[in-house]
């Protein structure tokens, strides 16, 4: 099972390694780094970079693809290689997913049309501008799409992801190995959730 | 505040990027990857790698030290060049801290001698072979050193000591931009939750 994890200048690191780190260790996952060029890859802040082992080019045949999010400056949602690439390999894949912003690539590259789909809370709605169908949710699957809400949500999905395609037992092995037990020291962790006056202040900042 | 997030060849990739996009976030942060030499460090499956912008000895004044885990067989424990600069580091550190088995690096870096501590539950006992007192939590501070248990607890480490660092309401900020609200589809994290068989299973295929 071949796994693209795709990467461009200024993704978010944990969107691309949540998922890797559950479903790359799966039982015949073969996971690729995949991006324009082989080579580093920088992250959103720029304090480090992932290094991608095939170019997209090399690589037209996943399984499953797996579009992290970033900074909206930063998506690739304008039609060039990524979108390309995106649309090509798309027919022939089990699974097609993002985490967090990763969701309006996937939705300019035209493959979220009139599907439900997450993505970043603070940039959901964004998602009707390619006509998807903004869904509040952790996970959500629609087919073949399986798209997830902010940065750390890619844990969840990959999860989900995992018991769906090699059963509940393996997904559980992965839990246990991951030690995913999570224990948040606050519940600020949704819009839902955390002090209103804090999601309208992020709302302010980033003008949203 | 400088954070220096250690690699180092064999690292497992989740270990560091939680405690980065977590404390790397908080106001004044300045995350540096750092390793014997800058560039590239392979982690534990060779899928990917991690960029390390410093060498070790260009790092001599971090604030905060942060050591990821692998699979034990990769862990710099022998005196080098890693327990070196751990040991040079830490007088003038204000949290020195782990993920997973990295404290078992920091135990066998003489920095945990009668301090309890945590690691991923398959090598918590190990950490008496060193001195340290084990304890099977997620997060575990004694004084200013901070252990968390297996790869995905050092989310919930890097938050925890981030309301230390900065305060309640920064800390949930960064929950809230990581949008860190944990919906694990089943409840297999810990050997406490898991089937005792899946727990008695990997306890076997570890040795341990």
Request: aromatic share 6%.
């Amino acid at each position: 099972m071949k796994i693209a994890i795709l990467l461009y200048p200024g993704f978010t690191a944990l969107d691309a390694i949540g998922p890797y780190e559950t479903l790359g260790r799966l039982p015949g996952a073969e996971p690729y780094f995949v991006a324009e060029r082989p080579g580093p890859v920088r992250n959103d802040s720029g304090h480090t970079a992932l290094v991608a082992s095939a170019a997209l080019e090399d690589l037209t045949d996943p399984d499953v693809v797996v579009v992290p999010g970033g900074p909206p400056a930063n998506l690739p949602l304008e039609p060039g290689p990524v979108t390309e690439w995106l649309r090509a390999t798309d027919p022939g894949t089990t699974w097609t997913t993002s985490v967090c912003t990763g969701s309006l690539i996937l939705a300019a590259a035209g493959l979220l049309e009139g599907r439900r789909a997450t993505s970043h809370w603070l940039y959901l709605e964004r998602l009707a501008e390619y006509g998807a169908e903004p869904a509040g949710e952790r996970v959500v699957t629609d087919g073949k799409y399986v798209t997830a809400a902010g940065v750390s949500a890619g844990i969840d999905m990959g999860l989900a992801l995992a018991g769906r395609i090699a059963g509940d037992r393996v997904a559980q092995s992965v839990q246990l190995l991951i030690e995913y037990d999570p224990r948040p020291p606050y519940d600020a962790g949704s819009p839902r959730t955390a002090p209103a006056d804090l999601v309208a202040e992020w709302r302010s900042v980033r003008g949203v």
